[in-house]
């Protein structure tokens, strides 16, 4: 077999020989990243000893958000927890954010509501309305959520807190997108989840560079030690992401994979809003340290150039099956992966899917890095 593999790149041209080796090259980069680092988790099982009560604070930012804090607000509210007070902040909301505020506070006695005033001359975004509530809050570990979520279940702070331990300063939880009709909606769902099965796989393997918001819990004397977002106050993104990515320690992060602690938000219904959303998102990724930077970007381009080649390659005849059999021996290991992250993530319905969504995100990506980049001074949070 070897003898007539040889016998076969022996009898191509030199360019046609290259674009073999930096194939393989690629294939092994992404093997790499797959074998070792992403398929954790699918492999890890986390048996977690029960905690004492830890009192908790879920910290909302909420800005003009009146019709999701009606609906959703109340599954936050109604934890099963023995100990613990939502703050929301009402970041100059124009709509009846403030009303239905009220009206829980008289139902819900650990609802604590804290209010910006509208400046027309300040640009501010959510860091500040974060930093507010965060210092509103009373208790040492912080859970943070986005108004447009809902917790998995009733027993999301307890899930999450059985982590909240002398030894972690972050845990680092999934939030996922609900699941509606359509090519888009699983797109999203499926981007999600790959960035999940990163930061999380990335995490458990020692190099801990970014959390969501949607889900996300750390120390508050963390937070004032660190002096909070000061470092990158000017951005309007990262003030989850760049916020773990300088503060992280390796040994001092966790991950819940426990379908209760998930929490599902409201999905982007046009391009043009999930487009500005990942703008925003990656208008923060060039402050990431370097070390992670290389290597979020390396399995990409990998990718891409793997797929590029391997369309080239599979027109010569000589060479279509070292192609054909790089090409199935990645599949078999990226399919592999993608169903046990969609098994552990429940999302549904987007395995069929998988193998195109592979090949474009990289280019979708890359454009929306670009343009956040450039329009990262005229972003904004709502």
Not at 1 to 8: A, C, N, V, Y
Not at 68 to 73: D, P
Not at 262 to 275: L, R
């Given at each position: 077999?070897?003898?007539?593999?040889?016998?076969?790149l022996?009898?191509?041209?030199?360019?046609?020989?290259?674009?073999?080796?930096?194939?393989?090259?690629?294939?092994l980069?992404?093997?790499?990243?797959?074998?070792?680092?992403?398929?954790?988790v699918?492999?890890?099982?986390?048996?977690?000893?029960?905690?004492?009560?830890v009192?908790?604070s879920?910290?909302?930012?909420?800005?003009?958000?009146?019709e999701?804090?009606?609906?959703?607000?109340v599954?936050v509210?109604e934890?099963?927890?023995?100990?613990?007070?939502?703050v929301?902040?009402?970041?100059?909301?124009?709509?009846?954010?403030?009303?239905?505020?009220?009206e829980?506070?008289?139902?819900?006695?650990?609802?604590?509501?804290?209010?910006?005033s509208?400046?027309?001359?300040?640009?501010?975004?959510?860091?500040?309305a974060?930093?507010?509530?965060?210092?509103?809050?009373?208790?040492?570990?912080?859970?943070?959520?986005?108004?447009?979520c809902?917790?998995?279940?009733?027993?999301?702070?307890?899930?999450?807190?059985?982590?909240?331990?002398?030894?972690?300063?972050?845990?680092?939880?999934?939030g996922?997108?609900?699941?509606?009709?359509?090519?888009l909606n699983?797109?999203?769902?499926?981007?999600?989840?790959?960035?999940?099965?990163?930061?999380?796989?990335?995490a458990?393997?020692?190099m801990?560079?970014?959390?969501?918001?949607?889900?996300?819990?750390?120390?508050?004397?963390?937070?004032?030690?660190s002096?909070g977002?000061?470092?990158?106050?000017?951005?309007?993104?990262g003030?989850?992401?760049?916020?773990?990515?300088?503060?992280?320690?390796?040994?001092?992060?966790a991950?819940s994979?426990?379908?209760?602690s998930?929490?599902?938000?409201?999905?982007?219904?046009?391009?043009?809003?999930?487009?500005t959303?990942?703008?925003?998102?990656?208008?923060?990724?060039?402050?990431?340290k370097?070390?992670?930077?290389?290597?979020?970007?390396?399995?990409?381009?990998?990718?891409?150039?793997?797929?590029?080649?391997?369309?080239?390659?599979?027109?010569f005849?000589?060479?279509?099956?070292?192609?054909?059999?790089?090409?199935?021996?990645?599949?078999?290991?990226?399919?592999?992966?993608?169903?046990?992250?969609?098994?552990?993530?429940?999302?549904?319905?987007?395995?069929?899917?998988?193998?195109?969504?592979?090949?474009?995100?990289?280019?979708?990506?890359?454009?929306?890095?670009?343009?956040?980049?450039i329009?990262?001074?005229?972003?904004?949070?709502?």
């Open positions: 077999m070897i003898d007539k593999l040889i016998e076969l022996t009898d191509i041209n030199c360019w046609q020989f290259w674009l073999v080796c930096t194939l393989a090259l690629a294939w980069i992404e093997m790499l990243y797959y074998l070792i680092v992403f398929i954790r699918g492999r890890r099982k986390q048996q977690v000893p029960y905690n004492p009560v009192p908790v879920v910290v909302i930012c909420a800005k003009n958000e009146a999701n804090l009606r609906t959703r607000l599954h509210l934890q099963d927890y023995p100990d613990f007070e939502v929301v902040v009402n970041d100059q909301s124009t709509d009846d954010t403030e009303m239905i505020l009220d829980y506070k008289q139902k819900y006695p650990n609802l604590y509501v804290t209010e910006i509208h400046n027309a001359q300040f640009r501010q975004g959510k860091k500040l974060l930093t507010i509530g965060i210092k509103a809050a009373k208790n040492e570990w912080l859970l943070l959520t986005d108004a447009d809902i917790p998995a279940s009733k027993n999301w702070i307890r899930t999450m807190s059985q982590y909240f331990t002398e030894g972690n300063d972050f845990v680092l939880g999934y996922g997108y609900e699941e509606r009709p359509g090519f699983k797109l999203i769902r499926y981007d999600a989840g790959f960035i999940a099965l990163q930061y999380f796989t990335f458990e393997a020692g801990p560079y970014m959390g969501v918001g949607r889900n996300l819990a750390y120390r508050k004397s963390l937070f004032v030690k002096k977002f000061m470092s990158h106050s000017r951005l309007m993104s003030d989850d992401d760049l916020f773990v990515n300088e503060n992280a320690q390796k040994r001092r992060v991950v994979y426990n379908p209760d998930f929490t599902t938000c409201e999905s982007k219904e046009t391009f043009h809003q999930w487009n959303q990942k703008q925003r998102h990656f208008s923060a990724s060039e402050r990431y370097g070390s992670h930077k290389f290597l979020l970007a390396l399995e990409p381009m990998a990718r891409s150039y793997f797929y590029l080649a391997a369309v080239v390659l599979s027109f005849e000589p060479l279509y099956i070292v192609t054909g059999t790089l090409f199935l021996t990645r599949y078999l290991v990226f399919i592999y992966t993608i169903s046990k992250a969609a098994n552990r993530f429940k999302i549904k319905g987007v395995k069929a899917l998988a193998l195109l969504f592979d090949i474009i995100l990289p280019y979708i990506n890359l454009v929306q890095m670009i343009l956040g980049n329009r990262k001074e005229r972003l904004k949070w709502k």
